[in-house]
């Protein structure tokens, strides 16, 4: 189970990544580019501690894409951005193979 | 003319990048799966210098190709290659029931990703991105 908090905090750091990428405007901004480092060490870091149970091809997976719903969300809820029908069904099939995996026994 | 020929060179470019950045993606998953929470040195270098290369050439084809586009195509390589890869190099071969449910959460995180995409999202309601 603490592979699992350990992906968790992984995914939080990697939403920052993203976050920080996007304002970094092509890496031209010190301090966006610097927070985008920053995180991304910490990202990669607790994807590793979790891939010590993790499946790469699993953990890897699971991060990236939880991540993905995670930067979403973010979008909707702080930056208006609209969730359509179409996103809110990739994110239902994210959810989905994360329980199914979960419930496979991948971790 | 000269415009039009420079355009589509750049653009396939672009996604010659995009392709590199999915490469380098999956390079960086195995290199981080492989340095044991940073205890092997090897490993620990290679993910640090694949995670830099793959921001790199990321952010080089987002400069061309739309992001929900580049994103979605990225983050497939990425997640396919490092299952692929890792049953054959880490020896970590999947069930049937888990190649099944990680194929879902692929599916899904590509099909949002194109969902977040501006261009196609124009293109559906017929109107032309700048």
Known sequence: ?107 | MTTISNNQASTGRAWIMLLLAGTFEIAYALSVAGSQAFTVLNWSVSAVVFFLLTLYALSVALKTIDVGIGYAVWAGIGAVGSAVFGSMFLDQSLTLAQAFWLAVIIAGVIWLKLASSDKLQADETGLVAP
């Open chain 1, 1 to 107: 189970m603490t592979s699992w908090l350990y992906l968790g905090i992984a995914v939080l750091f990697e939403i920052a990544v993203a976050f920080s990428a996007g304002n970094a405007q092509g890496f031209t901004r010190l301090w966006w580019t610097i927070a985008t480092l920053v995180s991304g060490a910490i990202a990669t870091f607790f994807l590793s501690l979790a891939l010590l149970e993790f499946d790469v091809g699993v953990g890897y997976s699971i991060w990236t894409s939880v991540a993905g719903v995670g930067i979403v969300m973010l979008g909707a809820v702080f930056f208006k951005e609209r969730l359509n029908a179409k996103k809110l069904s990739g994110i239902a099939l994210v959810i989905g193979g994360v329980i199914g995996l979960r419930l496979s026994g991948a971790a």
